[in-house]
């Protein structure tokens, strides 16, 4: 499965794809700010806004 939006991915979808989502979210320059969760590319979010 390719990860396309961290904001879609369900609990099942989280354990199963846990190496992919650290890559994604090790190094965040963008938070959601409805789902508050974190990437280093501004796609895998549904409402992204870049951390300065
Ligand atoms: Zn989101």
């Given at each position: 499965?390719?990860?396309?939006?961290?904001?879609?991915?369900?609990?099942?979808?989280?354990?199963?794809?846990?190496?992919?989502?650290?890559?994604?979210?090790?190094?965040?320059?963008?938070?959601?700010?409805?789902?508050?969760r974190?990437?280093?590319?501004?796609d895998?979010?549904?409402h992204?806004?870049?951390?300065?």
């Amino acid at each position: 499965m390719k990860i396309t939006q961290l904001c879609a991915l369900k609990k099942n979808d989280i354990e199963k794809h846990t190496k992919k989502i650290i890559k994604i979210v090790k190094n965040p320059k963008f938070v959601c700010t409805k789902c508050i969760r974190v990437a280093h590319e501004k796609d895998f979010l549904c409402h992204p806004q870049k951390i300065k």
